[in-house]
């Protein structure tokens, strides 16, 4: 079993940041990936950023105020959160790509909250 544990959100005035932690526990050979994705009210869930080896991937909203980086001896990963709008507001989840020695899996956390006000 692999579970990712999410922390950092809360409620932050526009413009302010905020740091979201995702760590994986369990049965991990190696993590081949890790990214956050959010999901505003009445939208679909979307991609924010990705790392996938020496790869990363930004949502064109979010470039040049958020900044996903690992820490692949903690099996964590984390998303720095600048200069926040209201339009940031969402639920935002955890995602890893996950081998367990047996089999590739595709894991999801329960999410954490961030709002932002004006």
């Known amino acids: 079993q692999v579970q990712l544990a999410e922390s950092g959100g809360g409620l932050v005035q526009a413009g302010g940041s905020l740091r979201l932690s995702c760590t994986a526990s369990?049965?991990?050979?190696?993590?081949?990936?890790m990214g956050w994705y959010r999901q505003a009210p009445g939208k679909q869930r979307e991609l924010v950023a990705r790392n996938s080896g020496g790869s990363t991937n930004y949502a064109d909203s979010v470039k040049g105020r958020f900044t996903i980086s690992r820490d692949r001896a903690k099996n964590t990963v984390y998303l720095q959160m600048n200069g926040l709008t209201p339009d940031d507001t969402a639920a935002y989840y955890c995602?890893?790509?996950?081998?367990?020695?047996?089999?590739?899996?595709?894991?999801w956390g329960q999410g954490t909250l961030v709002t932002v006000s004006s």
């Open positions: 995602n890893a790509d996950v081998f367990t020695g047996i089999s590739a899996i595709e894991v």
């Open positions: 369990g049965t991990i050979l190696k993590i081949n990936a």
